[in-house]
């Protein structure tokens, strides 16, 4: 099959994203969507391998200062000129990831979190000549670049918790525009920290740090998180009353995660792959966001790009492998007797009826199959 753009696979850079080059769903709708009904701390929350990660580099893409509108040509988004001009590069971003911080205990999880936030402010070395910032904030922002002989960030752990709410605020200064703050992943420490034994420890060091950047904090426009799990309000996000949760239930930016019904009958029929419309429904549909039916994109697209190799190939499960299991074998570990009747019932196909847990802690995951499947 030639002719046709490559599926993007593992690609969750949208600069990387060339649509002469590869097939993109167009989700940039969202950007509008969260201009006009966001608050200014969101938390978004689906499960992996969703395309939470591309949707925060393509707002990074967007309202960078510095931003490119040749990305944006000829997607939904650009149609929209006048919001264009007004909202497309006209802010500072800071763009962290917390996928990485993790380690098999807390110091090794705090040395990820300062290589993380070093390697971001270090984008905005531009900072050390500004005729903006005084020569003590000049020297505050150069501390949290200081390194040692091994290449490991210095900063003190008092830093480290203030880097965001430090950046933002030179950042405001100097462009005297308020700052937009971007963190995928935002629960992975907190799961690897679950994990290794050292969750109250990591609780405390977000809290901290999400409560200095988000609460309060004069400098910020707006602040988008996205994860796997909503932690509970008095875990980490205690007394941040501008946080508006968007779980997978809420109808509310339904379509921008995953692939539509549309979207999967518009890549299949790209591709020449109609005929297999009914397969893909039946292994990789099964979600519902909101008032959405939602397909796995990750399972899509590999499905997609393995039936074009070969158009007699069988469906797999690709999802399954993203991934450890370490918290469902840990909680089938400890199931009851009617729990792992339950989970033998949904194996053989069966349903079975349970309530939605919307907040939750760590400590909760494995107190009941009720608070697991919720």
């Known amino acids: 099959m030639t002719g046709k753009k490559k599926l993007p696979i ?19 709708g969202m950007i509008e969507d969260l201009i006009q009904n966001r608050s200014e701390v969101n938390l978004f929350t689906r499960p992996r391998r969703f395309g939470k990660s591309l949707n925060m580099s393509m707002m990074k893409a967007f ?23 007004k909202y497309m590069g006209q802010f500072p971003v800071i763009s962290i990831s917390l996928k990485s911080v993790e380690g098999l205990d807390f110091e090794a999880a705090k040395k990820a979190l300062k290589d993380i936030l070093g390697e971001e402010a270090g984008r905005f070395y531009f900072l050390t000549q500004s005729s903006k910032l005084t020569n003590e904030e000049i020297e505050s922002y150069k501390a949290l ?38 963190i995928d992943e935002y629960d992975v420490p907190l799961d690897k920290a679950f994990q290794y034994g050292y969750y109250d420890e990591m609780v405390s060091l977000l809290r901290n740090m999400f409560g200095n950047a988000l609460k309060t904090n004069p400098n910020l426009y707006f602040a988008v998180l996205t994860g796997c799990l909503r932690i509970s309000k008095e875990s ?18 339904d379509e921008y995660f995953g692939f539509t019904d549309t979207e999967v009958k518009g890549m299949l029929e790209y591709y020449g792959l109609s005929g297999h419309y009914a397969e893909v429904k039946e292994w990789y549909d099964g979600y519902r966001f909101g008032n959405v039916e939602v397909y796995c994109p990750w399972d899509v697209i590999n499905y997609c790009d393995l039936l074009r190799a070969d158009p007699n190939a069988l469906p797999q499960d690709y999802w399954s492998n993203t991934s450890g299991n370490a918290m469902v074998r840990r909680f089938i570990d400890k199931a009851d007797t009617q729990t792992r009747d339950e989970i033998e019932r949904l194996i053989a196909g069966d349903e079975i009826l349970k309530e939605i847990h919307q ?8 107190s009941s199959i009720e608070v697991m499947l919720g």
Do not use: W
């Open 236 to 253: 980490i996000f205690t007394g941040l009353n501008n946080l508006k949760v968007l779980t997978l239930t809420d109808v509310r930016f």
């Open 145 to 182: 670049l200081r390194v040692g002989e091994t290449g490991d960030f210095l900063m003190s752990d008092t830093a480290m918790e203030k880097a965001l709410l430090r950046l933002s605020l030179l950042l405001h200064k100097h462009y005297d525009k308020q700052v937009i703050l971007l």
């Open 10 to 28: 593992g690609i969750d850079i949208f600069e990387k994203m060339d649509r002469e080059e590869f097939y993109y769903v167009d989700k940039t």
């Open 359 to 366: 907040e939750l802690t760590y400590n909760e995951l494995d």
């Open 63 to 85: 309202f960078e200062i510095g931003a490119s509108p040749a990305l944006f040509k000829g997607l939904k988004i650009s149609e929209r000129k006048e919001l264009c001009e």
